[in-house]
């Protein structure tokens, strides 16, 4: 097992300033993700550290071993780098059967026949794909081809392995029940993981930790949990679809605030203590599911619902500047409504 660091990494295209000074930590054997919008920067992250791009600045160290570093010149190439690769587009090579699609990687490095054979027979075990092996590609479904890609990455038995959107063209069915095996399988393997998404419920459901990325710049890293209890950044709150709304400070008491909201006020946790001081303006962040519906002191108008499954989203105006999101478990009845929020977390405007 071994570390991955990433040291005030920045990479521009062009016009474009796609990775403005990432730092990172991973640690050995860890499942890291890396969550971002479209457009954050995620790929360009993944190609830098797989040796497929060339930074301008910053270093990249596997274990002690630096692979990148612009200050001491050092570039490993791609296949020095002992990573495994899964794109973001990735396909497997048509005119190859499954076996062939596996060993290719292993052939270019000249492993021995016996060698190749006794890897893919282990990790065909793994992935449980051993009885497909003679199929040609078009034989396969989505999440065997999946499996397949990942077959091919694992294979070469690399210390780290990087995934892009390995699950984004499964359907929602295929990808739950492939986000359970492939956290299985880099646990099982100790195999250092970093994990790139934009879908938020995989990233909490698949990492030991994770970083939000937006712009090029890491906004947030913990566990999810850490992440999902502390929202305190209004852009990563926004990602994850909480509330945020303005509001004023109207009295402090430690680290609670409480604050003036639509026609009400609510009880926060503030970030900052020594911000958030009476009077001050200040971002006030809640998930969905923390707005308590039919009674309470705030006021709101429904202006409209959907039905999730388990539980009902209504879009509500509480007259603070936009409308925010909240869950019930039934239908509401009417459309003017009282509500109250429970938690909510209170960030310096
Ligand atoms: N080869 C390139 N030439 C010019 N611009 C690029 C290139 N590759 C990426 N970019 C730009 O860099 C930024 C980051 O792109 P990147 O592909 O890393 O985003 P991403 O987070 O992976 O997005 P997605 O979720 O859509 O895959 C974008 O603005 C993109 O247009
Ligand atoms: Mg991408």
Known sequence: MVSLTIERLSKRFGGVQALRGVDLSIESGEVFSIVGPSGSGKTTLLRCIAGLETPEQGAIVVGETPVFDSRKGINVPPEKRDMGFVPQTWALWPHMRVRDNIAFGLKIKRVDEGEINRRIREVSEVLGISDLLDRWPWQLSGGQQQRVAVARALVLEPKIILLDEPLSNLDAALREEARI?????????????????????????????????????????????????????????????????????????????????????????????????????????????KVKIGSGGISGVVKSSIYLGSSYEHIIDIGAGKPIKARSRTPLTTERIKLDIEECIATPA
């Open 181 to 289: 095996w492939l956290r299985d399988l880099m646990k099982r393997l100790k195999i250092t993981s970093l994990y790139v998404t934009h879908d938020l419920s995989e990233a909490l459901a698949i990492s030991d930790r994770l970083a939000v990325i937006i712009d090029g710049e890491i906004k947030k890293v913990g566990s999810p949990r850490e992440i999902y209890e502390n929202m305190d950044n209004p852009d990563v709150a926004q990602l994850f679809r909480f509330n945020v709304v303005e509001g004023k400070i109207t009295g402090v008491d430690g680290n609670r605030v409480a604050v003036e909201i639509g026609d009400g006020s609510a009880i926060c946790r503030s970030s900052s203590p020594d911000k958030t001081t009476q009077g001050s303006r200040a971002y006030i962040i809640f998930s969905p599911e």
